[in-house]
């Protein structure tokens, strides 16, 4: 399995699909929903073909991220760690994760190569965490195979900007960006014209299951009029990743 340097990119539009208690009990009616928002094909990933470029801007879009088509509540991989805090534990996927009491747990299916696990508040709202692992080929080592922390962030947001485009799509800007203990963490914006600011925050590693490297894309967001009341919790939730 080592080998491996196929997986399924997504495509994602402008549009962030929103994930709801009310979506999450439609069940796989969710799904297509999902398919007007992202569109997804095979693409090879290799640091050093030629045109690795155009493939590394495929594999930084699906950072912006595809919510589970079902929500499977999972109780189990839950502790309380005080009043306002449970810790998500992936014994599978060996990473963990805090998040705010009441808020539930969605996991889309996983063919091996990659898995869905979403966080999102009971009541409905436009925000949401979740964290997309997808598999890597073998010359992908470290975060650094794609570039530094800052061309990495502006790869990412330049490729889903469309406001130079007449008449204008969707707005895209980078807000901030470091790197720390080999995880990138990534600040910006996406607007659509007419439409509500989007904020994201992407922390973003990389880790092996002992047969290949996965990457890891954890994205909180939340809209501009939800701010005060969601900001601050999908920051701490994104900033709480650990792998295990």
């Given at each position: 399995m080592a080998s491996i340097s196929w997986f399924s990119c997504v495509h994602v539009r402008p549009t962030?699909?929103?994930?709801?208690?009310?979506?999450?009990?439609?069940?796989?009616?969710?799904?297509?929903?999902?398919?007007?928002?992202?569109?997804?094909?095979?693409?090879?990933?290799?640091?050093?073909?030629?045109?690795?470029?155009?493939?590394?801007?495929?594999?930084?879009?699906?950072?912006?991220?595809?919510?589970?088509a079902f929500a499977v509540p999972n109780a189990l991989a839950l502790s309380d760690v005080s009043e306002d805090v449970r810790v998500y534990t992936d014994d599978?996927?060996?990473?963990?994760?805090?998040?705010?009491?009441?808020?539930?747990?969605?996991?889309?299916?996983?063919?091996?190569?990659?898995?869905?696990?979403?966080?999102?508040?009971?009541?409905?709202?436009?925000?949401?965490?979740?964290?997309?692992?997808?598999?890597?080929?073998?010359?992908?080592t470290r975060m650094e195979s794609f570039g530094k922390v800052d061309e990495?962030?502006?790869?990412?947001?330049?490729?889903?900007?469309?406001?130079?485009?007449?008449?204008?799509?969707?707005?895209?800007?980078?807000?901030?960006?470091?790197?720390s203990n080999g995880i990138y963490y990534i600040e910006y914006w996406l607007q659509n014209p007419g439409e509500s600011r989007r904020y994201l925050y992407s922390a973003i590693g990389m880790a092996s299951n002992g047969w290949y490297n996965r990457l890891y894309t954890v994205t909180g967001q939340f809209v501009e009029e939800e701010t005060d009341k969601y900001a601050s919790e999908v920051q701490k939730v994104v900033a709480s990743f650990r792998f295990i």
């Open positions: 962030l699909c929103n994930f709801t208690p009310s979506q999450a009990d439609k069940g796989p009616s969710l799904l297509a929903s999902l398919e007007h928002h992202h569109q997804t094909k095979s693409c090879s990933l290799s640091s050093n073909e030629k045109g690795s470029g155009v493939n590394r801007r495929q594999l930084l879009l699906h950072t912006a991220v595809a919510i589970p599978e996927n060996k990473f963990k994760i805090e998040i705010p009491q009441g808020w539930q747990v969605g996991n889309g299916e996983s063919n091996g190569f990659k898995s869905i696990t979403a966080f999102y508040p009971t009541e409905t709202a436009n925000s949401n965490v979740s964290v997309a692992i997808t598999g890597l080929g073998p010359d992908f990495f962030a502006q790869t990412l947001v330049s490729g889903l900007d469309r406001s130079w485009q007449r008449p204008p799509g969707v707005a895209a800007k980078l807000i901030d960006c470091r790197s």
